[in-house]
């Protein structure tokens, strides 16, 4: 599955085999937010993180910021 343009922001929603593993997950994709100072709206449901990418400081629209973020997201795979 690949990310979705849907109302001005980036979606994709990722499945892990457990929770463990979806929790690893986002733990990496914080550093990465952290480094780019950019920053997800995300959340957690057991094996399931959903995540949203949007850059709130253009009036909530996808940058070249998002994109980065999302092919940084996608390397972690």
Known sequence: ???????????????????IEAWAFMT?????????????????????VNITLTTHDEGNTITAKDREMAQNIDDLL
């Open 28 to 48: 990496q994709v914080a550093i990465i937010a952290e480094k780019l100072n950019h920053h997800p709206e995300w959340s957690n449901v057991y094996n399931q």
């Open 1 to 19: 599955m690949s990310w979705k343009e849907e109302n001005n922001s980036l979606k994709r929603t990722f499945e892990f085999k457990n929770f």
